[in-house]
């Protein structure tokens, strides 16, 4: 089993829609948790973290469930620039930070 | 623009050469990930500097070695290029090495003929 898992995608969404992706974690000693967003041929760029209360920003919420190891991003009133690759990242608990990342699910919105 | 900034942006090397990627970190940070992307995949983790020592390791052979300069900068060297070290190979820094926030460079893409 990988350590972090995706769904691939692609979700074609249309503008307006809202749109949930999930990330499991097999390590229970996971600590940190973040989404990033990456556009074609681009970095990953550093969405938000995600806390064990859960954060918004904007139309962005992330959500984290320690119990059954997954974390959650939820996009609100998708608009065609939010068409991206989003990856989860998951930090392992000890002495350096190991950081694992997902393979990421695409996200296309359509007008 | 995150401030992280790699060198070259592209470069074409044969199989069993060796090759030199550069990273600068974002000022104030002193913390520096390196991670290889192949197409369709996430990023994957070779290691980490801090304080110019290393500070963790993927699962890459030691061919993959790397440096970090006293001014945060780093270097990442690949000797005996395989065609599968074809890739996007990106730098992150962070602030502290307890912060796991990280930010990236674009990268260097990497094809091995």
């Known amino acids: 089993r990988k350590e972090v898992e995706q769904d691939p995608g692609p979700f074609n969404v249309p503008e307006g829609a809202t749109v949930a992706f999930n990330c499991t974690y097999s390590?229970?000693?996971?600590?940190?948790f973040f989404w990033y967003r990456q556009d074609c041929r681009k970095e990953p760029k550093l969405l938000m973290s995600?806390?064990?209360s859960g954060n918004e920003d904007g139309r962005f919420t992330a959500q984290l469930n320690r119990a059954s190891q997954y974390i959650s991003l939820l996009i609100r009133d998708s608009k065609l620039s939010d068409s991206a690759t989003y990856l989860c990242?998951?930090?392992?608990?000890?002495?350096?930070?190991?950081?694992?990342f997902g393979t990421g699910t695409k996200l296309q919105v359509i007008p | 623009e995150t401030g992280v900034t790699q060198s070259p942006t592209h470069l074409i090397k044969t199989r069993g050469q060796q090759v030199t990627l550069r990273c600068s970190s974002q000022?104030?940070?002193?913390?520096v990930s390196w991670y290889q992307q192949a197409l369709g995949q996430g990023p994957q983790f070779i290691f980490q500097?801090?304080?110019?020592?290393?500070?963790g390791r993927g699962n890459f052979p030691p061919r993959f070695s790397g440096l970090q300069f006293p001014n945060y900068s780093s270097e990442l060297n690949v000797n005996a290029l395989e065609l599968d070290d074809s890739a996007l190979y990106l730098c992150?820094?962070?602030?502290?090495?307890?912060?796991?926030?990280?930010?990236f460079g674009p990268g260097t893409r990497l094809t091995v003929t």
């Open positions: 995600v806390y064990s």
């Open positions: 390590n229970s000693a996971s600590q940190s």
């Open positions: 992150a820094s962070s602030k502290e090495v307890g912060s796991y926030e990280q930010y």
């Open positions: 500097y801090y304080r110019e020592e290393e500070n």
């Open positions: 990242a998951v930090v392992r608990g000890g002495g350096y930070q190991k950081v694992t």
């Open positions: 000022s104030g940070h002193n913390t």
